[in-house]
């Protein structure tokens, strides 16, 4: 079964290993890809609308850390939402500011959802569930006929 994949973008590994392990204890079956900066993720964001894949290939939710070494998340926010291809899929702003105007403008550009790191591993969870894409994440209940 080929699932769409999850986008993180962060650029420190072990923010970027937690939030994959966040997303396994929530019975995601989705293939995470991680991106370190916004110029990588943009780069295999149009390499996934472009290619031959088409539009099963593009992530299924974008996980995005606001400080990047190379672009900022809202950067890449306003630069997906701008794209026809992408803006359908939701998006977490997951980062360390806390600014209001950070969060208004990542509200403005789209965001579903915004965390304030630190984030503790039962409050990401807690937010991953709220966010409610059922019909796009494979859970391992329903892929394995659990739970009725």
Same mark, same amino acid.
């Given at each position: 079964?080929? %699932?769409?994949?999850? =986008?993180?973008?962060?650029?420190d590994p072990?923010?970027?290993?937690?939030? *994959?392990?966040? %997303?396994?204890?929530?019975? @995601?079956?989705?293939?995470?890809?991680?991106? /370190?900066?916004?110029?990588?993720? /943009?780069?295999? %964001?149009?390499?996934?609308? /472009?290619?031959?894949?088409? #539009?099963?290939? +593009?992530?299924? +939710?974008? +996980? %995005?850390?606001?400080?990047?070494?190379?672009?900022?998340?809202?950067?890449? @926010?306003? $630069?997906?939402?701008?794209?026809?291809?992408? *803006?359908?899929?939701?998006?977490?702003?997951? *980062?360390?500011?806390?600014?209001?105007?950070?969060?208004? /403008?990542? #509200?403005? =550009?789209?965001?579903?959802?915004y965390l304030?790191?630190?984030?503790?591993?039962?409050?990401?969870?807690?937010?991953?569930?709220?966010?409610?894409?059922? $019909?796009?994440?494979?859970?391992?209940?329903?892929v394995n006929?659990?739970?009725?």
């Open positions: 079964m080929d %699932l769409p994949p999850i =986008l993180v973008v962060e650029d072990v923010h970027a290993e937690l939030v *994959t392990e966040v %997303l396994a204890s929530c019975g @995601l079956l989705n293939p995470v890809a991680v991106a /370190r900066d916004a110029a990588q993720a /943009r780069a295999y %964001l149009q390499e996934h609308v /472009r290619g031959a894949e088409g #539009r099963a290939a +593009l992530p299924v +939710l974008a +996980l %995005l850390d606001g400080h990047l070494p190379v672009g900022s998340g809202l950067e890449l @926010l306003a $630069w997906m939402k701008g794209e026809p291809e992408l *803006t359908e899929i939701p998006v977490v702003m997951l *980062t360390s500011s806390d600014e209001a105007g950070d969060i208004d /403008r990542a #509200r403005e =550009l789209g965001a579903a959802m304030v790191k630190p984030v503790g591993f039962d409050a990401l969870v807690r937010a991953v569930r709220q966010l409610g894409v059922p $019909w796009a994440l494979a859970r391992k209940d329903a006929g659990a739970g009725s």
